[in-house]
Every structure is written in structure tokens, then in C-alpha cells.
């Protein structure tokens, strides 16, 4: 059973550095596009940055310059380096997947959540 783990959200002051991981576990044949989305109170959830199986990014205007997707395909893994945090980023983040769990069937996982805030 593939499912997506993530860690590293907290409470950090404006101005602050974050990083937040999302691993991939279980057996899987391989990872194509790994995303961000984060959901604000009383929002709706809104896409962050995604990173593709060969490495080019993407990310939403309010981000650009502060946050940087990566990944580490030996281990799975997608990362989210959030500087200059703004009281704006306040959310529960999600990450998101197109796995490939066999080599014939590939579909899109979403992790469990991990909640940053910012304080002014």
C-alpha cells in the first residue's frame, strides 16, 4: 500500500524558514510529477509548487523567490523549503503524487496534512 508521509510543519515567527518533507512508502515502480498544496481556514485548497519526474518547477505567484521544491528520487521524497514566511502562509499543507505503484498502473496519492503557522 503506497502512501504519502509528511513532517516538518510548526509554528515559526514572520520572516522565519521552514521545511517540510513528504515521503513516499511502500513498494511503488516509480514517482512521476510531486506537488504542494496547502488549505487556509475557510479557503479552498490551492496548488503551491510541483516538481516533475525530470526536475522542472512551478509555483504559484505568492511563492515565487520564497519557497523551492525538490526531490530526492533514491528516497522518494519531495521537499518544500519555505523562506520569508508571511502570517499569509498559515495553512495545512499537502502533498500530492502520480505513482506508479506497478509499471501498468499509475494513479495520484495525497498526504495526511502537516499545519504551518506563521505569527505576526
Known amino acids: 500500500q503506497v502512501q504519502l508521509v509528511e513532517s516538518g510543519g510548526g509554528l515559526v515567527q514572520a520572516g522565519g524558514s521552514l521545511r517540510l518533507s513528504c515521503a513516499a512508502t511502500?513498494?511503488?515502480?516509480?514517482?512521476?510529477?510531486m506537488r504542494w498544496y496547502r488549505q487556509a481556514p475557510g479557503k479552498q485548497r490551492e496548488w503551491v509548487a510541483t516538481i516533475t519526474g525530470e526536475g522542472s518547477t512551478g509555483y504559484v505567484g505568492s511563492v515565487k523567490g520564497r519557497f523551492a521544491i525538490s526531490r530526492d528520487n533514491a528516497k522518494n521524497t519531495v521537499y518544500l523549503q519555505m523562506n520569508s514566511l508571511k502570517p499569509e502562509d498559515t495553512a495545512v499543507y499537502y502533498c500530492?503524487?502520480?505513482?506508479?505503484?506497478?509499471?501498468?498502473?499509475?494513479?495520484?496519492?495525497w498526504g495526511q496534512g502537516t499545519q504551518v503557522t506563521v505569527s505576526s
Open positions: 500530492n503524487a502520480d505513482i506508479w505503484a506497478t509499471h501498468y498502473a499509475r494513479n495520484e496519492y
Open positions: 511502500g513498494r511503488l515502480f516509480s514517482i512521476d510529477a
